[in-house]
């Protein structure tokens, strides 16, 4: 059973700055980890994404600039840097594995969720 635990969300002023966490359970890797956000009554996004073999990454043009995904393979982690925070970026933001399909963006093309941190910039 594959576990994806996420942590770090909370409150925030705009302009300040969040670091998420998320930690995969130790029997499983993945070989592309994804962050996703979801606002109330907003389809789920990709935020950014991660190859476990090059850490090559890919953004959200939302997050360009703003956001940093890294990988830490030994402790089983992927982290989101985020900084600049903008109202915008309130939402509940999810932890995705093991990736298949096209496209890193889609929510349908990953087959394990977290549960979600929540983000509340004001």
């Known amino acids: 059973h594959v576990q994806l635990v996420e942590s770090g969300g909370g409150s925030v002023q705009a302009g300040g700055s969040l670091r998420l966490s998320c930690i995969v359970s130790?029997?499983?890797?993945?070989?592309?980890m994804g962050w996703f956000r979801q606002a109330p009554g907003k389809e789920r996004e990709g935020v950014a994404r991660?190859?476990?073999?090059?850490?090559?990454?890919r953004y959200g043009d939302f997050a360009k600039g703003r956001f940093t995904i890294s990988q830490d393979n030994a402790k089983k982690a992927v982290y989101l840097q985020m900084n600049s925070l903008k109202p915008d970026d309130t939402a509940m933001y999810f932890c995705?594995?093991?990736?298949?399909?096209?496209?890193?963006?889609?929510?349908?093309?990953?087959?394990?969720w977290g549960q979600g941190t929540q983000v509340t910039v004001s």
């Open positions: 130790a029997t499983y890797s993945s070989y592309c």
């Open positions: 995705a594995a093991d990736f298949r399909g096209d496209s890193w963006s889609r929510p349908s093309n990953y087959r394990y």
């Open positions: 991660i190859y476990d073999d090059d850490h090559s990454t």
